[in-house]
T-cell receptor, first 118, second 115 residues
């Protein structure tokens, strides 16, 4: 069964500093996408970044970047120049294939709560 | 394009009642998925509808059901509510037409409290 592990329930970072959130997962797929979502106190799930597993290059989206290690099944999120608005729960989400339909659902980790200190 | 919308945003019900939640996907998106989020269980997949048909289903009892209309709007129904059904219910839409892993776009959620 597909699993995803976010081993850091909570992390803190000083404003303007850099923080890395970790995620490991298990999959039998060879080509897949991985996602990081953030959920601020408003509870709206917002896409942060997407990584395509067949791409060697790590995805980058402004201050957000990933360190994707396909062989190790590791997918960490790095936030540079942290801002107060980055405070949220962050979820790692690899997909899981439904055998019967061949389509996908997303398995979400337990989340990492990021606090940004002024 | 307008984002995913969910109504109502908040709901209070009592045990034994039933409830219907609504989700309107992003225009052009034909797939709608529903998730339940609780502090204890995290984010769990309920089901997915595509072109008015339930395409995938998670491990929830039959009290949880849904449907999708021709305009891709989806409703989720929970019958005989239990205290444990108190949760944030999120829907997400994607323009997935098949076996691709498209990005899911989430609505703001409906917070259900069962007393």
């Amino acid at each position: 069964a597909q699993t995803v592990t976010q081993s850091q329930p909570e992390m803190s970072v000083q404003e303007a500093e850099t923080v890395t959130l970790s995620c490991t997962y298990d999959t039998s797929e060879s080509d897949y996408y991985l996602f990081w979502y953030k959920q601020p106190p408003s509870r709206q799930m917002i896409l942060v970044i997407r990584q395509e597993a067949y791409k060697q290059q790590n995805a980058t989206e402004n201050r957000f970047s990933v360190n994707f290690q396909k062989a190790a099944k590791s997918f960490s999120l790095k936030i540079s120049d942290s801002q107060l608005g980055d405070a949220a729960m962050y979820f790692c989400a690899p997909p899981n294939r439904f055998i019967m339909t061949g389509t996908y659902k997303y398995i979400f980790g337990t989340g990492t709560r990021l606090k940004v200190l002024a | 394009k307008a984002g995913v919308t969910q109504t109502p945003r908040y709901l209070i019900k009592t045990r034994g009642q039933q409830v219907t939640l609504s989700c309107s996907p992003i225009s052009g998106h034909r797939s709608v998925s529903w998730y339940q989020q609780t502090p204890g269980q995290g984010l769990q997949f309920l089901f997915e509808y595509f072109s008015e048909t339930q395409r995938n289903k998670g491990n929830f009892p039959g009290r949880f059901s849904g449907r999708q209309f021709s305009n891709s709007r989806s409703e989720m129904n929970v019958s005989t509510l239990e205290l444990g059904d108190s949760a944030l219910y999120l829907c997400a839409s994607t323009d997935s037409v098949g076996q691709t892993q498209e990005t899911q776009y989430f609505g703001p959620g409906t917070r259900l409290l069962v007393l």
